[in-house]
């Protein structure tokens, strides 16, 4: 096994943090910003990419791989943190917003998972975070992952996060299924991914669902989310009340808004 073999345990409902378990010597790697909480003894280090040696040699080999993670709009640096004790050490890592924590050991999915540009959390060191090129031109276009989305190789443990609740669904060969563009989260590397225009003038003008969807052929494993980020993001600020709007609107949201903004 390439991968450092990692213990975890999920804790929470709708606003998860993953706890884990590391070994002397053992390291995780994670998202900058994901940190929760450590206990004394873990070192924590910023790292360039994934720091999962298939990088290439020299610093150039490995600015360019740790470059492009900011394609996927992610930071340039990761951090590592290492258990220097003689006992077991626990670090944990938070969700940003509101959704679920996905375990996903990369030695059953065929050492690769292809996922959304920001739905890395964290992983075991040796777990490779790259990214993916859609090779079709209406998947780069259209699809609401755009060009590039990001993929995760290697034999141990990755987590992925998403928002509301998750399903994972197991597609046969041949098997067709029809997703919103924002709710894909992860698929095997056996999925075949395209996108789709919605038929019908009326029904891409007026149906309120976008005017493409993602069509996923199995043979497979697809993971899809209920409540895509940007969904949330967009009722919240359509929630939000206009900067001229009245004042006495009385409620806690307007007087939150109006304390950000010094009034």
Not at 109 to 131: E, N, T, W
Not at 171 to 195: F, H, N, Q, W
Request: charged share 20%.
């Amino acid at each position: 096994m390439n991968n450092h073999d990692i213990d975890f345990k999920l804790v929470g409902d709708d606003m998860q943090f993953v706890e884990v378990e590391l070994d002397p010597q053992e390291t995780v790697i994670a998202e900058a910003g994901s940190l929760m909480m450590m206990e004394d003894g873990i070192r924590m280090e910023t790292i360039f990419g994934d720091g999962s040696g298939s990088q290439g040699g020299g610093i150039m080999g490995k600015l360019f791989s740790a470059g492009k993670r900011l394609i996927t709009g992610e930071s340039l640096f990761m951090t590592a943190f290492t258990n220097e004790g003689r006992d077991k050490k626990h670090v944990a890592f938070a969700a940003p917003y509101p959704g679920k924590i996905v375990p996903m050991d990369l030695s059953e999915q065929g050492g690769k998972i292809i996922c959304q540009k920001d739905a890395f959390l964290a992983a075991a060191k040796g777990v490779s975070v790259g990214v993916e090129f859609q090779r079709k031109l209406g998947t780069g276009f259209f699809g609401g992952e755009g060009f590039i989305m990001q993929k995760l190789e290697g034999d141990g443990l990755a987590f992925i996060h998403a928002g509301g609740t998750i399903q994972k669904r197991e597609l046969a060969p041949g098997e067709t299924l029809k997703v919103d563009t924002g709710c894909l989260v992860a698929m095997s590397r056996t999925i075949d991914y395209d996108i789709e225009f919605v038929k019908g003038i009326k029904t891409a003008l007026f149906g309120g669902e976008g005017l493409f969807f993602a069509t996923l052929r199995g043979p497979g494993s697809v993971w899809v989310q209920s409540l895509p980020f940007s969904r949330l993001a967009s009722r919240v600020f359509a929630a939000m009340p206009a900067a001229g709007g009245s004042k006495d609107e009385g409620s806690m949201a307007k007087g939150l808004f109006n304390l950000f903004n010094g009034d």
